[in-house]
């Protein structure tokens, strides 16, 4: 089975910067995308940023362009996701996913497995 595993997550203050990690396992990948989606409290998971396997084909939500990045290390099999100028709006628990295929897409019904979560609380 696969395993996706998100760690980094915790308590910073708005303005501030976290370094999300997720490490997948359990299965030798081919091409596929990887990405990050969040959900905040009483509101729909939201799709955050992806990326393929390439690299070439990125996609970020436009309420974290320019603040966040996605990165991968396909050799470990790891995600990145960093994290800068939080905002409270950013408190969410965030997960990891991945989509067995090579097209990036913003739909989490498009994603086959899914990690646990990480919380990420930013303090105003």
């Known amino acids: 089975q696969v395993q996706l595993v998100e760690s980094g997550g915790g308590l910073v203050q708005a303005g501030g910067s976290l370094r999300l990690s997720c490490a997948a396992s359990?299965?030798?990948?081919?091409?596929?995308?990887m990405g990050w989606f969040r959900q905040a409290p009483g509101k729909e998971r939201e799709f955050v940023a992806a990326?393929?396997?390439?690299?070439?084909?990125?996609k970020y939500a436009e309420s974290v362009k320019a603040r966040f990045t996605i990165s991968r290390d396909n050799a470990k099999n790891q995600l990145y996701l960093q994290m800068n100028s939080l905002q409270p709006e950013d408190t969410a628990v965030y997960y990891c996913?991945?989509?067995?295929?090579?097209?990036?897409?913003?739909?989490?019904?498009?994603?086959?497995?899914w990690g646990q979560g990480t919380q990420v609380t930013v303090s105003s």
């Open positions: 359990g299965r030798t990948f081919g091409s596929y995308v």
């Open positions: 996913a991945i989509r067995l295929a090579n097209t990036v897409v913003i739909t989490g019904e498009d994603y086959d497995y």
């Open positions: 990326r393929n396997y390439i690299g070439g084909s990125t």
